[in-house]
C-alpha cells in the first residue's frame, strides 16, 4: 500500500511541476509552439508574414495623434480656438 501512495504522490507532483512550467512560461511556450505549428503547415508562406516582422516598421504609423492629417492648425490667422493660441504639443514617445 505505501508503493502505492508514494507512486500517486509522485504522480501529482510531476502533474503540478507540468502546470507551474506551463503557467510560468506562458508567452514563450506559445511563441514555440506557434513556430512549430508554422514550420509543419505545408500551405505557410514566408513571404506572406514580412509586414508583422519588419523591424524597422514604426511602432505608431501615425507619429502625430493630436493632428492626424497633418493639418496646420495655426495657418488661419482669425481662427480663436484655444488650439491655435497655444504652442503645438509634443508628442511623447514611450520606450
Same mark, same amino acid.
Given at each position: 500500500?505505501?508503493?502505492?501512495?508514494?507512486?500517486?504522490?509522485?504522480?501529482?507532483?510531476?502533474?503540478?511541476?507540468?502546470?507551474?512550467?506551463?503557467?510560468?512560461?506562458?508567452?514563450?511556450?506559445?511563441?514555440? /509552439?506557434?513556430?512549430?505549428?508554422?514550420?509543419?503547415? &505545408?500551405?505557410?508562406?514566408?513571404? %506572406? +508574414? =514580412?509586414? $508583422?516582422?519588419?523591424? /524597422?516598421?514604426?511602432?505608431?504609423?501615425?507619429?502625430? &495623434?493630436?493632428?492626424?492629417?497633418? %493639418? +496646420? =492648425?495655426? $495657418?488661419?490667422?482669425?481662427?480663436?480656438?484655444?488650439?491655435?493660441?497655444?504652442? &503645438?504639443?509634443?508628442?511623447?514617445?514611450?520606450?
Amino acid at each position: 500500500m505505501a508503493a502505492i501512495t508514494s507512486a500517486v504522490i509522485a504522480i501529482a507532483g510531476v502533474i503540478l511541476g507540468w502546470i507551474a512550467i506551463e503557467i510560468a512560461c506562458k508567452p514563450c511556450l506559445e511563441k514555440g /509552439r506557434e513556430a512549430i505549428d508554422r514550420s509543419l503547415n &505545408p500551405d505557410y508562406d514566408p513571404d %506572406d +508574414d =514580412v509586414l $508583422s516582422n519588419n523591424i /524597422r516598421a514604426p511602432l505608431h504609423p501615425n507619429p502625430d &495623434p493630436v493632428n492626424p492629417n497633418n %493639418d +496646420d =492648425v495655426e $495657418s488661419d490667422p482669425k481662427s480663436t480656438s484655444a488650439a491655435s493660441s497655444s504652442s &503645438p504639443p509634443s508628442v511623447i514617445k514611450v520606450v
